[in-house]
């Protein structure tokens, strides 16, 4: 018998309305304006968004010094405040409820890389530099290197992002090309 080591768990919703003209104008303005792929990414983290939404609701029912409130609610705020989404002063369930979806979209490594570090000039700059691997996290002597421009980048690796230099523009045959035009240039 093959074993099967597939994920199966749900990673994304659907809309129950597919046509719905207000939804799909957002979601266009979304797609432009974050440089997403498609609204699968869209989709995504909105079911990201719902899942602690959701779980923010459930242990708000609870009463205040109940136990599985108070420890499950600590580490949900610790995680939104480790990831940016939430600030330091921000730290109560109510704040939870009402993270936004561009909060979120906000912390993608894309985003990060045009608006905060100024790696690239447009989204889709961003997006290519990320998949060509020239863009990494370098913590002391640790470098990674991230080719996914959804990875959710924490706030204090904010500012460890950097740039690979490209070491193809060093190469022997790329002076050699140089070289050669130089020369070609001086005939001429």
């Known amino acids: 018998m093959v074993k099967n080591y597939r994920n199966h768990s749900k990673n994304m919703k659907n809309p129950k309305r597919p046509y719905e003209k207000e939804r799909i104008d957002n979601e266009l303005l979304l797609l432009g304006t974050y440089g997403l792929k498609n609204k699968r990414e869209i989709w995504r983290t909105q079911y990201i968004l719902a899942r602690i939404r959701k779980a923010a609701r459930t242990l708000l029912t609870l009463s205040e010094n109940d136990p599985k409130r108070v420890f499950e609610g600590e580490a949900l705020i610790k995680r939104m405040v480790r990831l940016g989404v939430l600030k330091n002063d921000e730290r109560k369930l109510d704040y939870v409820l009402g993270l936004t979806l561009k909060q979120f979209l906000d912390r993608r490594l894309q985003s990060i890389v045009f608006s905060k570090s100024k790696f690239a000039s447009s989204m889709h700059e961003a997006r290519t530099l990320i998949f060509q ?19 959710m980048v924490r706030s204090k690796n904010e500012e460890h992002i950097h740039q690979i230099s490209d070491s193809k523009e060093n190469s022997r045959t790329k002076k050699r090309t140089i070289r050669k035009r130089e020369e070609k240039a001086k005939d001429e």
Do not use: L, M
Request: glycine share 6%.
């Open 133 to 151: 691997k020239k863009i990494s996290i370098n913590k002391g002597n640790r470098r990674q290197v991230i080719s996914i421009p959804s990875y």
